[in-house]
Nanobody, 125 residues
Framework: QVQLVESGGGLVQAGGSLRLSCTASGRAGSPYAMGWFRQAPEKEREFVAG????????DYADSVRGRFTISRDNAKNTVYLQMSSLKSEDTAVYYC??????????????????WGQGTQVTVFS
């Protein structure tokens, strides 16, 4: 079993920045494709960004491309989401996800085996 723990969420003014972190534990030695999803109130959970287990491939939702950056440190089993130029519409619970079955998890929730509990990001004007 793999546990994912997110941190770094909080309250930020529009135009500001936040960095989310997600640390994986419980299954040493296995590389994971990682991803970030988010769910705003009364909306479906949506893909935000993904990164391959090597870090060599990344993908972003159109709504965040150019503002968010996903990266990872495999030595620390941690993936990051640097969020800049935040907008009110970025307000959501952000979830980290991991998958051990493929090099890259993709944009669909079905592409990920493990999920964190989520961290709240609130952007105010």
């Amino acid at each position: 079993q793999v546990q994912l723990v997110e941190s770094g969420g909080g309250l930020v003014q529009a135009g500001g920045s936040l960095r989310l972190s997600c640390t994986a534990s419980g299954r040493a030695g296995s590389p994971y494709a990682m991803g970030w999803f988010r769910q705003a109130p009364e909306k479906e959970r949506e893909f935000v960004a993904g990164i391959s287990w090597s870090g060599g491939s990344t993908d972003y939702a159109d709504s965040v491309r150019g503002r968010f950056t996903i990266s990872r440190d495999n030595a620390k089993n941690t993936v990051y989401l640097q969020m800049s130029s935040l907008k009110s519409e970025d307000t959501a619970v952000y979830y980290c996800a991991a998958d051990s079955r493929a090099y890259f998890g993709g944009r669909r929730e079905e592409g990920y085996e493990y999920w964190g509990q989520g961290t709240q990001v609130t952007v105010f004007s």
